[in-house]
């Protein structure tokens, strides 16, 4: 940073803990003013963010103690420090968009800039992230999930995100948005281990939720006022309009509570212009604030760790396990279908598992059967006795007579027959 002092000021060097990303104006009575400042004659202009709310200043340059102005590579680079940790669940698109619009335009403009090390620093995270992402990894909650986690984990990832929506939802003053979603998390992912950790979260925020609702009942009235007035200034061709868009909201909320009804859901949404539904939902707020209390979270978070422990396992066809590890789930979340209908599938390819290992292996043994014990083999691949003795060699099997061949005599001198049959003797010579 540059200081810029004007004689007869005072310096005072207590300005080294604020933001280098904004300029800084201190006044002799020492107020302090953070924003971008601007000289303009014997006065300086200070542009003062406050949220969406810009402030502006004007203070005379005779009543500054100090100016600090900060540089532009410093000013941009301290913005794009706030690129790191990345948000969770960014695409390969997201981070492509990144580098290409805020990083290499930093690199192209202050290619020699003492700030550049950082700047450099943060594309290279971005672009090892950006890998991973393209590798099929995801980022949630802070902590990198692998490609291969996400086949057999996706239970509990979708659980995942729901907690990651109620706690943007929390942040932004939505308490019964973010019940809705704690509301999802348990009729459709009880046993995940999001859903303790939700339970937990939105314990916190009822008392939030409450007011929220007596507040809405206080305005009901005038916010009804207000429609009928409304509906009353409008032309005869406007009017049709309007009724017809405040009837297909009151269908889609009709159809939203309907639809938490089947679920279950114990506080069900309401419509800021009907007052019996705030009313209703405000019941089922009390109720649910004593019902959330009484869970036993340590309890919940035991037998979630089970659940998922018995989905890795069976992503490994370690059945016997996945099987133990799902029966202690389902002894915690009982009434629960998918664990029930989980525990009991793997229960089934457990049991198969076994059958068809007890009678696979006898076969490796000679001479046995399968699918017969192993003690029911043949007397030839039997072990040797427990004496020890080396058994006989069975006899050999008899072995057929060779055939009799009849040996051909060699031919001797021609001999003559009679008509009568009576042989000639050869004439002797």
């Known amino acids: ?89 960014l695409t390969a698109t997201d981070y492509e968009k990144t580098l290409k619009d805020k990083i290499d335009p930093f690199i192209k403009k202050y290619p020699v800039s003492k700030f550049r090390p950082k700047v450099d620093a943060i594309a290279k995270t971005l672009r090892d992230e950006l890998a991973r992402t393209k590798a099929g990894d995801v980022k949630l909650d802070g902590q990198w999930l692998p490609a291969a986690e996400l086949k057999w984990n996706d239970y509990n990832v979708k659980a995942l995100r729901l907690l990651l929506q109620l706690r943007s939802q929390l942040k932004a003053k939505k308490p019964m948005d973010a019940y809705q979603s704690f509301a999802k998390i348990e009729s459709s992912h009880v046993a995940s281990t999001a859903y303790p950790k939700a339970a937990a979260e939105i314990s916190k925020a009822m008392k939030d939720l409450v007011a929220s609702l007596n507040a809405a009942a206080a305005e009901q009235p005038a916010k009804a006022a207000e429609r009928a007035t409304t509906l009353k200034s409008l032309t005869p061709d406007k009017v049709s309009s309007v009724e017809a868009a405040i009837e297909a909201e009151i269908t889609a909320f009709k159809a939203k509570v309907a639809e938490e009804k089947t679920r279950k859901v114990p ?133 057929h007579a060779p055939c009799r061949q009849r040996r051909r005599q060699p031919r001797g001198p021609a001999r003559s027959w009679s008509r009568r049959g009576a042989r000639r003797r050869a004439p002797r010579r």
Not at 20 to 45: C, F, H, M, P, Q
Not at 375 to 395: C, H, K, M, Y
């Open 1 to 89: 940073m540059n200081p810029i002092r004007f004689p007869h000021l005072l310096l005072i060097s207590s300005l080294a803990a604020l933001p280098a990303s904004a300029d800084t104006v201190k006044l002799k009575n020492g107020k302090i003013y953070e924003g971008t400042a601007t000289e303009r004659g014997d006065v300086i202009d200070i542009e003062i963010p406050m949220g969406k709310i810009i402030d502006h200043q004007t203070v005379k340059k005779s009543d500054v103690a100090e100016f600090i102005k900060t540089l532009p590579d410093e000013k941009e680079s301290a913005e794009l420090a706030s690129l790191v940790p990345t948000a969770d669940g």
């Open 267 to 399: 506080v069900t949404s309401f419509y800021p212009y009907d007052l019996s539904s705030i009313k209703e939902s405000i019941s089922g707020t009390e109720k649910e604030i004593t019902r959330l209390a009484a869970l036993d979270l340590p309890k919940l978070t035991a037998a979630s760790s089970k659940f998922q422990a018995g989905l890795k396992d069976l992503s490994e066809k370690a059945f016997q396990s996945a099987k133990s590890n799902f029966d202690d789930a389902a002894k915690v979340y009982q009434n629960d279908v998918f664990v029930k209908k989980t525990a009991a599938d793997t229960k089934l390819a457990a049991d198969n598992a076994a059958r068809n290992a007890s009678s696979a292996s006898p076969s490796a043994i000679p001479g046995t059967i399968p699918g017969t014990p192993a003690a029911a083999t043949t007397p030839a691949a039997n072990p040797l006795p427990s004496s020890g003795a080396v058994p006989a060699a069975a006899p050999a099997p008899p072995r």
